[in-house]
Structure formats: C-alpha cells, structure tokens
Antibody, heavy 120, light 106 residues
C-alpha cells in the first residue's frame, strides 16, 4: 500500500538549518509530483513547496522562498526539504504529501508528519 | 492575494445535513478539493475536482460550486464526521488552503 514517512524533525535554534526527508513506498514515486505542507500548533494547513515528478520544476510559498529548498532522489524514492535560516514561525508539523495524479496539485496520501520546533 | 474564506465553525445534529462553504472570486473556474482532519491525524482527501470522491469515501460527502462559492455537503451527519475541514485550490503556481472549518456534530 502507499506510504509516505517523514523524518528529520526536532528542536533547532533560530537561524540554523534542518533537512527533512520523506520515504515513499507502494507507488511509482518517479511518476508523481510531491509536496510539503505544514501546520503550526493549533493552526490551519499551509502549503510549503512542490516538486515535479522528475525534479525539473519547483514552486514555493512566499513565506519560505529563498530559505527552503525542495528536492527528490527518484533512485531512493525519497523527498527532501532543506530548511535554512529557520525562524520561530517555521515551528510546525511538516507533512509530505503525494499528488493524486502526477501533477494535479491534489493530495491523496499524507504522512503522519514530523514536528519542527524552532526555539532558542 | 488569493484567499479562500471558510466559516470557522459549523454545527449539525446527527442525521442532518451539514454544509461548509469556501468563498473566493470565481472559485467555480478552479478545481476545488476538500480535506478532513481529525485531531492528531493527517488530513484525508474527501472530495476532489469539485465533486469526485476517492475510493473509500462515503457517498454522504459531496461537493458543489456556484460562481464564487464552493460547498462541501455532508449528508446524514455522524459523530465520526466531527473534524476540521479545509478547501484547497491551485492558483498562480501556488497551493492555497482555506482557513478551515470545525464541524461539530451535536
């Protein structure tokens, strides 16, 4: 069955970096766009970034543009999110989500999330 | 900026129909998705492309739109439907979520 499992979260000081990973299985990873979506404690969903199935296109939310970078390794069925210059308002659960049909920007499978806490 | 406006909360009695709205100018021209999120869990896609359901989602969940408003309708509401619901579209190379609606079944 389809699974996406995030890892790499933790507590990090403001200004530092962190890299999240998302291991995918149960589907043809290299055929689907993949997204990162986050949710601050007690708040709603906020989209972070998307990468196309082959890694040739990336789009970012304005709030993370220039600080975060999404990438993928199709040989390892793994999605990444490199987060630099972290701020307190980046504190959130970060979800990895699979696109429903390649590039429709609809999320049919989500991981359970990994918590990132930015605090001194 | 493109902002999807949802009511913060909606209440419904068991067995009745709940309607959750998502408003933005000309939303009917976009593909609208709805997600259900229960406490401590990841979101679940319940409606996509305005009114299609993924496998496993009951027919009680349906979507519609009219001009500037998209609506998620939950028929014969059950206690297990109590959750936060989010609408979502793709706009100008960005995913946009609504602010979310807490559905209470009482």
């Amino acid at each position: 069955q389809v699974q996406v499992v995030e890892s790499g979260g933790g507590v990090v000081q403001p200004g530092r970096s962190l890299r999240l990973s998302c291991a995918a299985s149960g589907f043809s990873f290299s055929s689907y766009g993949m997204h990162w979506v986050r949710q601050a404690p007690g708040k709603g969903l906020e989209w972070v970034a998307v990468i196309s199935y082959d890694g040739s296109n990336e789009y970012y939310a304005e709030s993370v543009k220039g600080r975060f970078s999404i990438s993928r390794d199709n040989s390892k069925n793994t999605l990444y999110l490199q987060m630099n210059s972290l701020r307190a308002d980046d504190t959130a659960v970060y979800y990895c989500a699979k696109d429903r049909t390649g590039a429709r920007n609809q999320f049919d499978y989500w991981g359970q999330g990994t918590l990132v806490t930015v605090s001194s | 900026s493109y902002v999807l406006t949802q009511p913060p909360s909606v209440s419904v009695a068991p067995g009745q129909t709940a309607r959750i709205t998502c408003a933005e100018n000309n939303i009917g021209s976009k593909s609208v998705q709805w997600y259900q999120q229960k406490p401590g869990q990841a979101p679940v896609l319940v409606v996509y492309d305005h009114n299609d359901r993924p496998s496993g989602i009951p027919e009680r969940f349906s979507g519609s739109d009219s001009g500037n408003t998209a609506t998620l309708t939950i028929s014969r509401a059950e206690a297990g439907d109590e959750a936060d619901y989010y609408c979502q579209v793709w706009h100008s190379s960005s995913v946009v979520f609504g602010g979310g609606t807490k559905l209470t079944v009482l």
